[in-house]
Structures are given as C-alpha cells and as structure tokens.
C-alpha cells in the first residue's frame, strides 16, 4: 500500500449543516462535497455548467442528504449573488462554503498576455472575494456564523516558473482570508485556507504536457524534477487528503482556528 492510499477516517459531523462548494463538478470540490454529504450535510454544487453542477448533486444525494446544482460562475458579481440567492429560497443560508473553483495557464512571464493573467486573477481573487462576501451575509443574517475556505497552494507559500499569476492570486487568498477572519469573528465566522502539494486533477493533468513543451523536458521528468522533486516521499497528494483537511475546518466549532493556512503537501512546503 502507498502513502496515497491511506485514507484519514475521522467522525467529524457535518449534520444539519449547509455547504456551498465551488467548481465541485470535477477534482478536489467534487470529493469534498462527496465527503461533507458523507458527514451529513446538505451540499450545493456550484460550477461553471448546471448540468454539470447537477450531476455531481445527484449522485450525493443517493447518500440521503439535500443537494442542489447552481449555475455560477464566480467571476460574475450577478450571477454570484443570484445564485447564492437561489440556494436560500431553496435550502436556507449556508453554514459552510468552499472557495475551490479554479484554472491554470502556464507561459514564461515574457509571453503571458495580459488578458490571461485578468482571466486568472478574476477566477481566483475576485471569485474568492464574490464568493466569501456573499456566505459572509449569509452568516451574518442566519446569526450561526459559519465557516469559510479558501483553496490556496503550496504557491500560497512558494513561486514556481510559468505561473506568475496563479502565485500572485494564491499569495493574495492568504491576505483575504486573515482580513474575513479578523472581521468575520464577532459573527463566528471562521476563515481558513488549506494548501495543497500537487494533486492528479484534470487541472494539472493538462499541465503535466505544457509544462514539459515550456520546460523542454519529458512529462516523467515534469513529475519527478519539477511537480514531486521537494516533496519527502515523491507522492502526489489526493483528493482525499484535502477533503479530509477541508472537514476539519468545516466542523471546527469555535474561533479558535481562524485566520490560517495548512499545507498539505507531502512536505514539498514547511512552515
Ligand atoms: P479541476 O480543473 O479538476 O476543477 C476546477 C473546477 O473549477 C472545474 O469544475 C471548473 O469547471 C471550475 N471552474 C473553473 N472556472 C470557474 C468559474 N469561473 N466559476 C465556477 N467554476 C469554475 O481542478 P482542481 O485541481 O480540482 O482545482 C481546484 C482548486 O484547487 C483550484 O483553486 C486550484 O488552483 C486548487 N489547487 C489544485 C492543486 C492541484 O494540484 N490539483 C494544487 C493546489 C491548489
């Protein structure tokens, strides 16, 4: 059995509680919002397509809690708001909301567009700031507070070649969070970000041949000298390993952790 399999079982409950994750319909959302339905919560699957959105709500509500699929994406003030607004008509106000949706595009800083750098800071930092203000009201108004994540990165912490924006955005969710946690706690509304290492998603599937074509190297030499090359075991991390993290901060019950960031990354980053 490798590393990648051992899977954290823990019996932290979700029951009775609202989440709200964005772009669940694919890689880590999608398995988070699998394990808060597991934990019994009622889950709202926010993606770009509803068809989509709904297909990753159908299949956990076999598990017997609520779900609901909402068209959104989270770089249009509009549509943020009137989807947040659509799952209070339908389910209440979120208790919970996953800040997760996001892209990548790779280039030397020579040959990024500026169009393509607006692009990712609008999916990352003005989704991020769409998303938590409009979960933020909706824990104000509930009076329950609530807690909010943001999916950082190891490029939370670090810079790597070929992404200056998402390091940009990723360095910025930090500076968000610490500003709702601060704000947020007289309301009980907790803010965290989770940082993952390297995780097999579509996102970095499609990186894994650009960045060899950037780099001018094999896609096995990719993994090995540029994804896993600082990690303690040369693992990727999993979808699991960062659901698992993410419950942690959704059930958390008070105050007392707010305003951080955990990487969870094989040890590529320490604090
Ligand atoms: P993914 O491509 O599998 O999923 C991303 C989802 O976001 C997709 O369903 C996509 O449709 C959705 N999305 C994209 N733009 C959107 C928009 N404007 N509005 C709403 N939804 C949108 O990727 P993933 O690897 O699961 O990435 C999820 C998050 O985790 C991202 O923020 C990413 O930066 C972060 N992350 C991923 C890794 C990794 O190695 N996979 C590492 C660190 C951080």
Redesign the pocket.
Known sequence: MSNSDVHATTNLSLKGKLALV??A?????KRIAEVFGDAGANVVI???KQA?AQATADAIAKKGVKTMGVA????NEQAVDAGFAQVEKQLGQVDIMVS?????IVSPIQDFTFANWKKLLA??LD?GFLTARAAVRQMIASKRGGSIIF????HSKEASKLKAPYVTAKHGLEGLAKVIAKEGAQYNIRTNVIC????R????EKQIPEQAQELGISEADVIKTVMLKDTVDAEFTTVDDIAQAALTFAAWPSNALTGQSLVVSHGWFMQ
């Open positions: 964005t772009g319909a694919s890689g880590l959302g926010a993606d770009l989509d959104m994406d989270v770089t997760n949706a996001g892209i990548q999916v990352h989704g999916m950082g990165s190891v993952p290492g390297f995780v998603t579509p996102l970095v």
